[in-house]
C-alpha cells in the first residue's frame, strides 16, 4: 500500500511539475540586448544642476546637441541610428562625490528595451568629495524597441 502511494506521489509531483502552474515557456521572453557607454562623467557643462533626467536619442543631431552639454573633449559618437539608439541617465545635482549610476543589463522583450538601472549613494561614514556632483551616463543600445527603465538605489558601506 505505502509503495503504491509513494508512486503515485511521484507521478503526481512530476505531472504537476511539467504542466502545474508553469507558464508557456515562450510567452514573455526576454533576450539581453547589446549596450555599451559612450561617455560618464561627474558633471555636465551645462550648469546649473538640474534634476534627475533620463532622455532617449534617435537620431545623431539630437545625440551630439546632448553631448555638447556634457563632454568637456567635445566627444562625437557615431551612431548607426537604424540599428542603435542612446539614452542619458543624468541624476541631478547631489551636494557631494561619491554617487554613481550603473547599467546592469538591458532586456529586449516583444516589445521593449528595459534597461536596468541601479543608483549609488554614499552611507554613513563615506569619506566623499565636499563638492557638488551631477554623475550621468550615455549609453548605446542594440535596439530600435521603446526603451523602459527599470531603476534600484544601493547604498554604500563604508568604514
Known amino acids: ?3 503504491s502511494i509513494t508512486q503515485c506521489c ?3 509531483l512530476l505531472a504537476f511539475s511539467q504542466y502545474g502552474c508553469w507558464s508557456n515557456s515562450d510567452a514573455g521572453t526576454s533576450v ?4 555599451d557607454t559612450v561617455a560618464s562623467g561627474r558633471q555636465s557643462l551645462i550648469g546649473p ?3 534627475k533626467t533620463l532622455e532617449v536619442y534617435r537620431d545623431q543631431a539630437a545625440l551630439d546637441a546632448a553631448l555638447t552639454n556634457y ?18 541617465v543624468d541624476m541631478g545635482q547631489r551636494n557631494s562625490g561619491g554617487y554613481s549610476v550603473d547599467t ?3 532586456e529586449e522583450t516583444e516589445d521593449a528595451a528595459v534597461v ?19 554623475p550621468y551616463v ?6 530600435r524597441k521603446e526603451i523602459l527603465f527599470s531603476e534600484s538605489l544601493v547604498v554604500q558601506a563604508c568604514g
Open 49 to 51: 544642476y538640474g534634476n
Open 10 to 12: 511521484a507521478v503526481c
Open 71 to 88: 563632454t568637456h573633449t567635445g566627444l562625437t559618437v557615431d551612431v548607426n541610428f537604424a540599428t542603435d539608439q542612446v539614452f542619458l
Open 104 to 106: 546592469l543589463k538591458v
Open 1 to 3: 500500500m505505502m509503495k
Open 138 to 143: 550615455f549609453v548605446r543600445v542594440t535596439s
Open 32 to 35: 539581453l540586448a547589446t549596450f
Open 116 to 134: 536596468t538601472l541601479q543608483y549609488s549613494t554614499p552611507g554613513s561614514g563615506c569619506i566623499v568629495d565636499a563638492a557638488l556632483s551631477s
